[in-house]
């Protein structure tokens, strides 16, 4: 298997994880949105709390044809970079696109 498909792979399975936990711990439905062919992969939440209404991405990865995962939203405490250091994505093939292009710089990971 190519990296790429790894990694898609790999992506695909910790984010259908991560839904399944919020979704037993959360009011709020949680939307899978994958994206086999160009490589995007997103959860959503979509729910109410009293009057208003929650709704939104809050979990954007990219898996490029160059082989790179880019962290484009994270909107939890679960450090999803992390997740993918530990299962063997090494950081020049992570991109912290949530941060400035300028700020990567100095970060320890790819990038672009």
């Known amino acids: 298997m190519d990296k790429v498909t790894h990694y898609r792979n790999l992506v695909r399975s910790l984010l259908s994880e991560i839904a399944a936990t919020f979704s037993q711990s959360n009011q709020w439905e949680i939307i899978e949105i994958y994206d086999e062919k160009r490589g995007h992969y997103a959860l959503f939440t979509d729910g109410w709390k009293d009057d208003s209404r929650d709704y939104g991405c809050f979990m954007h990865l990219e ?3 160059d082989g790179k995962i ?12 992390q997740s993918l250091l530990d299962e063997g994505v090494p950081k020049s093939d992570i991109v912290p696109a949530f941060r400035s292009p300028t700020a990567r710089l100095y970060m320890d990971y790819a990038v672009n």
């Open 63 to 65: 898996v490029k044809e």
């Open 70 to 81: 880019w962290l484009r939203r994270d909107g939890t405490d679960l450090e999803v970079g």
